[in-house]
């Protein structure tokens, strides 16, 4: 008898969780562990996408090889750690050999749909190795290729869902085999309307899960990453950071635009969108417990949060002319726009604007946001000021455009750092402030012991 599963989970598995065959072993025992878990979406390995994001770029040959041999290893450190080893060896082997090739036309044609298509390699791979490593443990496991589902649009290197084919497309193709299977897919990775290989940007394997979840009405979303779950900063910076064991959609979303990154920052629009709870936990260790992102939470604090966003430029735009700031900040912002230019922060004067602009989302890791031609176009209509290594350092909280006393509290102890721009009221959950790149950690550290730690 078939059974049903109305409130099944889809569990996501990060690099690390993946990462070799004992992490594949552990991610293993927690599918298992839960007969609601249905649908396994994974990342590449760790480290393999950036091995294939500088193939994809155009090495010389001698650089190939290395990396290639690089991409072997990993992959048969996992396969010889296999009962069977020669089920997947073949399969394998055969995009090995297609990485290859197509790092050899990246060499001398390098394109943004060849990097997507060789970048989608490191997601297929685990895949289909994890599929194996649970039929090996007596699973009823099979593989899927998620672009068969993830329609997208042609951006290469952070391409857009389109979510009602997706929705239609999933009902049909993977629903049915729900029933019958625990179903193993790639997150990151999609197909535009040509059929060619598109991926979501980097991180973009969350936003997979919380799409398929939206798409099939899950019961939940499982995040599976190397912490155990969100916390009010980074701990690497912050040690006495401390993990928030619920917290809302809406403060979760902030932080994770803003630069954390335990989440990509789509990845709770879907989840929104239906009402899905998504958890957050660490493979390497169940027992900690972890992070539930719902709806609402009980007594909301204050203050949240300190994320950080890095590699960010400040782009000045100053009016060479006396024209009504109207006229001016309307010109600027139709260009900008035809330039498929987001800037999630901006300020103005009366013939000034002042944008934040960031690179972080890219397949690529560069920044393509400010192109020659948008800085000559620019440069015609303008006077154009541009500054690189800049970091975001955004205060996650709620209601703090109705509180008194933010500033005092927040920049108190931001006074020995040159603070280039601020951003707040637009939301009442944020307040952003940029300031050079090597600054960032030591004000996450002064905010961080003054509002979480005294």
Request: overall charge negative.
């Amino acid at each position: 008898m078939t059974r049903i599963y109305p409130h099944f989970i889809v569990a996501k598995f990060g690099g690390t969780s993946v990462a070799d065959f004992d992490a594949m072993n552990r991610s293993a025992s927690i599918v298992l562990a839960d007969p609601n878990v249905r649908l396994v979406v994974l990342s590449a390995s760790a480290g393999v996408t950036n091995l294939l994001v500088e193939l994809s770029e155009g090495l010389e040959s001698r650089q190939q090889l290395d990396k290639l041999e690089t991409l072997r290893t990993i992959q048969y450190n996992i396969i010889s750690r296999l009962k069977q080893p020669t089920v997947i060896s073949k399969e394998i082997d055969n995009l090995l050999d297609n990485i290859g090739h197509l790092a050899q036309t990246a060499a001398t044609s390098p394109s943004a749909a060849l990097s997507d298509e060789l970048v989608s390699h490191g997601e297929l791979m685990s895949s289909l190795l994890f599929t194996e490593v649970l039929r090996e443990r007596e699973a009823e496991a099979s593989w899927f290729d998620a672009r068969s589902v993830i329609r997208t649009d042609d951006t290469y290197g952070c391409a857009a869902p389109d979510i009602d084919a997706l929705a239609t497309l999933a009902e049909t193709h993977l629903r049915p085999r729900l029933e019958q299977a625990i179903m193993i897919t790639q997150g990151f990775i999609g197909r535009d309307a040509q059929g060619h290989t598109t991926t979501l940007g980097r991180g973009g394997s969350d936003y997979t899960a919380s799409l398929l979840g939206e798409a099939l009405n899950a019961g939940r979303v499982d995040i599976w990453t190397d912490v155990a779950g969100i916390y009010t900063t980074d701990p690497r910076i912050a040690p006495n950071a401390k993990r928030i064991d619920r917290i809302s959609f809406s403060e979760a979303s902030d932080m994770a635009a803003y630069g954390a990154k335990v989440l990509h920052p789509a990845t709770l629009l879907p989840a929104m969108r239906k009402n899905i709870p998504v958890f957050v936990g660490s493979s390497k260790n169940t027992a900690a417990g972890g992070t539930l992102v719902c709806s609402t939470t009980e007594n909301p604090p204050r203050y949240r949060a300190v994320a950080v966003r890095r590699k960010q430029t400040l782009l000045r735009l100053h009016s060479l002319d006396a024209q009504p700031s109207c006229h001016f900040l309307a010109q600027m912002f139709a260009l900008l726009a035809r330039h498929s230019v987001a800037a999630d922060l901006v300020t103005t004067s009366e013939n000034s604007i002042a944008l934040a602009l960031d690179s972080t989302h890219a397949t690529s890791g560069e920044d393509h946001t400010l192109t020659t031609s948008l800085f000559t176009e620019l440069s015609s209509h303008c006077r154009v000021e541009v500054e690189t290594g800049l970091a975001l350092v955004t205060l996650v909280g709620n209601q703090l455009t109705q509180a008194s006393g933010v500033f005092k509290d927040v920049f108190a102890w931001l006074e020995e750092h040159a603070v280039r721009m601020v951003c707040h009221g637009a939301s009442s959950n944020n307040l952003c402030f940029l300031l050079p790149a090597d600054e960032a950690d030591s004000a996450i550290k002064a905010l961080h012991l003054q509002l979480f730690e005294s």
